[in-house]
């Protein structure tokens, strides 16, 4: 779902309600997709596998970066995966602490608040472009479709 029409329904409608737009992995690419083209939530079983496309100077490419993905609440211990250039895979992160209730679902996108950071190793970035992919995961089942494991987006920065 883009953000701007996630924005006027996402505190009194269901994410599947068919007045917002499809909710769609898609690849985001810094420096050219609008905000509204980045989704609010990720679910496992709805959006999986967001791409993000981003360029990197040699310089920048030859030292470890830190990604990191904030997020406002999740539900069945859905937390944040990333892939970097189809090589080099993150290790699962702990949960966060979060509701243990329906919280996207039913228009609460407000919970805990948590960062998880990532350090991608200098050896997995390249000179020029780059591709992440961000994937939904958890050590739970969840409920299947809009109910499975899933976060809140907050914030996504590389330093």
Request: glycine fraction near 10%.
């Amino acid at each position: 779902m883009d953000a701007a029409g996630a924005a006027s329904l996402i505190t009194f409608a269901h994410p599947s309600d068919s007045r917002a737009a499809a909710w769609t992995a898609g690849t985001y690419v810094i420096g050219s997709s609008t905000a509204s083209a980045w989704p609010a939530y990720q679910f496992k079983e709805i959006n999986q596998g967001l791409l993000v496309s981003f360029t990197l100077t040699a310089t920048q490419a030859a030292t470890d970066r830190t990604l990191r993905i904030g997020i406002t609440t999740a539900k069945a211990n859905g937390r944040p995966q990333i892939t970097v250039n189809n090589t080099w895979t993150s290790a699962l992160p702990a949960a966060a602490p979060e509701p243990s209730t329906r919280t996207l679902t039913v228009g609460n996108y407000r919970g805990n608040n948590h960062t998880y950071e990532y350090v991608i190793p200098a050896a997995q970035l390249l000179t020029g472009t780059n591709t992440l992919r961000i994937g939904a995961a958890s050590g739970s089942a969840g409920g299947g479709g809009y109910l499975s494991p899933s976060y809140g987006f907050d914030a996504l920065d590389l330093l």
